[in-house]
């Protein structure tokens, strides 16, 4: 047990920096057996600061400090101290000069924070503490310095040398060692910077900005993974070109890099001018990438890309700003998808990953506002509330001003803001001040945490032909926060006749023209709406395009639902209410015996979708997924995942055998023709067909496992051949499913990638990945506990995706979870954290699961010298 509990940090005690750093110059000698970091900071008093004295204070984390000078002298031990993270110089003058020697060891960096090794290469990772694992530094996002880099390292092993900004200098060394140096104009702050050193590849490419400047583009990976750059690289030159078209944002250096890096925390770091990504987040070819895959490296290379204004250019002041960048920037990218791609799949699949995911995390221990107010590790704050939240709350924001009062507010922005650290609340000013609108109580989006209810009552008036809407709104208690107030909420809705025509919205009796969609803006505890010259009582289309992140309660029949399926205008609206029709059906199920009869409406509504070529193929493959395991439990009040899972399963059969038939026609028909293409109709194509198969091998189709073996074998890419793969994993052929499993390991063994894939197929399969396979794949040649791609792939595949083997009645799952997490720990305090999350949860379970988990987290609370990240989620979920 940690005998010392962590201190909390909170914004109400933010006081400006007491000195500012101008310059930095840094010079890193790279060897096998460390590195030496030369630092020179060019510092002065803070003119702002109240603080009193000449006490300056720089954090450090893992450092062997080797000197100290202040203006050239070198400083006796006397007159400096170093303690709890912190070097000390008790007097400093206004202005001068810091040198600071430090010895780090980035081959023993298992952290993965500050400066580490991955698979040969020197790289770094700094968001959002990590530079103080380099050198001591005040490192503080408001801190802004220009950076000078010089990397010394051995020419041979090391021949690519890369930092932030502009080469300026290289040369040779002795003993054949080499230097490059490398200068960034933008003052920045720690976490921004970035250094690569290794025996890499290079890709080039050029693009040519709106004012006519050609940038330097230049992707660096190992030279295995040559053949992987190029969906990036136009991904990309893509992003650039819509960062200027729709934003009018320019690129500013003259060179931009990236680079892929195999040992990676997250997805990716948006460091200036020198971007590095998880290498599963940027490497892709037809041949090991889904189209999944494609797309969220699309999505990634946009996000970090557009962080070079979104952060970097305007960033945060401290870090409970997080959302500040993150959740702005998450929007440009959805936008960004949106627009090359299907618009309302898109939005499907975020409002899906909101509701699973981030709406648990709000209802859960850890639940925090989108801006904070108290942190123990900032790194557990990356989180679905700041990013994914955080971008429907700047969603809603567009939603309230309309296009193009939005972007006046983030131009607006931009120039404001310009070379500064600013809060969220910079932010709101910038958009009110840019559109004259009031969003004082919109404000309320960052401070209170918790998913806002709408309860929604109507009436008809057939008399008056009035149509109201009774809407209330509560948003629920979080850990420290009660009684809150209500929330502004732009709640989007449209009304159905009985033939499915909508319905002009009037709000009063005399309004002509009325138009058949409106945002209607939920504001108080209680509200009704009045909708005139509506005759017969209309079926209401409510949140639509999802357009806040609430949980609306409203008494759909199942025929106002299949009536919405077929006929709502909205596109997400309709997928919805097949998402809800399923859930009513399965939900009905949950518990009861195997002898309870499946209401035969959904079964036609699903043949329907399988049998109307004219409808959106993209929407129909989104619709044809039932909702997942995961999204029942969250939608449970005491979740059995057994009977849950049965439940669907149950409902998932009599799917599968009653519409057998078009299932195999839905699987002829999407048959691939001509190349492969990333289209939003060839993609629909492959997912249609995929679901099919899935669904036929699930009931032991004997046509359908010919099918699947030749797909298997036949197939030109990664989506085909991995859905076939999944399809026999989760079949019950036993015999087929080894031999393709082996068969796809001996193919791809050589590519981590795939490899990943193919650990989690089996880890977040309910027929094959039970513990004791899971234990074996641990064991496994390709598994390494020091990748955090290998650990998610499969404990994380296994814990977060395959809910009825981790929610094993006998607690094996969760006493596992804890043995991995306390070994991780030691090694990788942050990965370690975040494979806690399901454990967190327990509350949301039967209490005997609930009490199983609880042990669980306590045997964690109870490991000797938990790390901060570890401690700060376990503590918090069982308060
Ligand atoms: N700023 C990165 C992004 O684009 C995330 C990096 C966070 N890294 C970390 N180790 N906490 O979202
Ligand atoms: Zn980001």
Not at 269 to 276: A, D, T, V
Not at 440 to 450: C, D, P, T
Not at 582 to 594: K, M, P, Q, Y
Not at 850 to 859: K, N
């Amino acid at each position: 047990m940690r005998t010392d509990q962590p201190q909390t940090i909170y914004l109400s005690e933010y006081q400006v920096p007491a000195y500012l750093v101008d310059q930095i110059d840094l010079r890193f000698e790279l060897f096998e057996d460390g590195a030496r970091v030369h630092s020179t900071l060019t510092m002065r008093r803070n003119p702002e600061s109240g603080a009193p004295g000449q006490r300056l204070e720089l954090d450090g984390d893992s450092l062997i400090l080797e000197s100290v000078a202040l203006d050239g002298q070198t400083l006796i031990p006397d007159a400096y101290e170093e303690a709890d993270g912190k070097l000390v110089i008790a007097d400093v003058p206004g202005q001068f000069e810091l040198s600071v020697v430090t010895w780090i060891e980035p081959q023993n960096n298992t952290r993965l924070e500050g400066l580490y090794k991955s698979s040969g290469m020197f790289c770094t990772q700094c968001e959002a503490e990590g530079f103080r694992c380099i050198t001591y530094y005040p490192d503080r996002p408001d801190v802004m310095a220009r950076f000078r880099t010089r990397i010394e390292a051995d020419r041979q092993s090391y021949p690519v040398l890369l930092s932030n900004g502009n080469p300026v200098e290289q040369g040779e060394l002795e003993n054949g060692r080499h230097f490059v140096t490398w200068e960034d104009p933008f003052p920045k702050p720690a976490y921004l910077f970035a250094l690569v050193a290794g025996d890499l590849t290079e890709k080039r490419d050029s693009f040519t900005t709106c004012s006519g400047r050609e940038i330097d583009l230049r992707m660096y990976v190992e030279p295995r993974n040559a053949e992987k750059c190029d969906f990036a690289m136009d991904a990309l030159k893509r992003s650039m070109r819509w960062d200027e078209e729709v934003y009018g944002r320019e690129y500013d250096l003259d060179i931009f890099m990236i680079v892929a890096v195999d040992d990676f925390n997250m997805g990716a770091m948006e460091n200036k001018g020198l971007n590095i990504f998880n290498s599963s987040c940027v490497l892709a070819s037809q041949d090991t990438a889904t189209d999944a895959t494609f797309q969220r490296i699309e999505a990634i290379v946009a996000h970090e890309y557009f962080h070079n204004w979104s952060g970097n250019r305007v960033t945060c002041r401290d870090w409970f700003q997080l959302s500040l960048k993150e959740g702005f920037t998450v929007f440009r990218d959805a936008q960004f998808s949106a627009d090359v791609g299907s618009p309302t799949v898109k939005r499907i699949e975020d409002a899906t990953l909101l509701r699973t995911a981030q709406f648990a995390e709000d209802a859960g221990p850890m639940a925090h506002p989108v801006r904070p107010a108290s942190y123990m590790e900032i790194a557990n704050f990356y989180t679905l509330t700041i990013y994914e939240k955080g971008e429907e709350v700047v969603r809603m924001i567009h939603n309230l001003l309309g296009p193009e009062l939005f972007r006046k507010g983030s131009d607006l922005y931009f120039e404001r803001h310009d070379g500064q650290a600013v809060t969220t609340d910079d932010f709101v000013k910038a958009m009110e001040d840019a559109s004259g609108r009031d969003l004082s109580q919109f404000r309320l989006w960052y401070e209170q945490a918790g998913t806002p209810v709408l309860t929604v009552e109507d009436e008809h008036d057939a008399e008056q032909g009035i149509y109201r809407l009774i809407i209330r709104q509560t948003v629920p208690d979080t850990p420290g926060q009660t009684n809150k107030k209500p929330q502004h909420i732009p709640f989007a809705v449209g009304l159905l006749d009985e033939h499915g025509q909508v319905l002009p919205l009037a709000l009063t009796a005399d309004e002509h023209n009325a138009p058949t969609e409106r945002v209607l803006e939920i504001t108080g505890a209680e509200q009704v709406f009045e909708f005139h010259g509506i005759e017969e009582p209309p079926v209401p289309s409510l949140l639509r395009d999802f357009s806040a992140p609430v949980r609306v309660r409203y008494p759909y029949t199942r025929e106002q639902l299949l009536f919405l399926m077929s006929h709502d205008t909205d596109g997400f609206n309709r997928w919805d209410a097949g998402q809800k029709l399923a859930i009513d059906v399965i939900e009905s199920l949950v518990g009861e015996d195997d002898g309870k009869e499946i209401d035969p409406r959904l079964v036609g509504a699903y043949r329907t979708l399988l049998n109307d070529t004219s409808l959106d193929q993209a929407l129909v493959a989104k619709m044809l997924q039932l909702p997942s395991e995961n999204y029942l439990v969250e939608l449970a009040d005491e979740a059995d995942v057994p009977s849950i899972h049965h439940a669907r399963e149950r409902v998932l059969q009599h799917l599968a055998v009653s519409l057998r038939e078009e299932l195999l026609a839905c699987y002829q028909r999407h048959q691939q023709a001509g190349d492969y293409q990333l289209t939003p109709e060839a993609i629909a194509g492959r997912s249609l067909r995929n679901t099919a198969l899935g669904w036929l091998l699930h009931i032991g189709d004997v046509e359908a496992l010919a099918l699947a073996r030749s797909q298997f074998e036949q197939a030109d890419n990664m989506t085909d051949r991995l859905g076939a793969l999944r399809a026999l994993v989760n079949s019950g052929f036993d015999k087929e499913r080894t031999e393709a499993l082996d068969a796809f390991y001996e193919r791809f063994q050589n590519d981590p990638q795939v490899v990943e894939m193919w650990f989690s197929v089996q880890a977040a399969s309910f027929k094959m990945g039970q513990l004791p396979h899971i234990r074996h794949l641990l064991e496994h040649d390709a598994f390494d506990w020091k990748n955090p791609n290998k650990v998610r792939s499969v404990v994380g595949a296994f814990a977060g995706q395959n809910l009825p083997a981790f929610h094993n009645p006998d607690g094996s799952g969760y006493g596992f979870l804890a043995d991995v997490v306390r070994r991780l720990d030691d090694s990788n305090p942050q990965i370690a954290a975040r494979l806690v999350t399901p454990l967190t949860r327990w509350k949301k379970f039967a209490p005997a699961y609930g009490r199983q988990m609880r042990t669980a987290l306590e045997s964690i609370r109870d490991k000797k010298g938990l790390s901060k990240d570890v401690y700060e989620v376990v503590y918090k979920s069982l308060a």
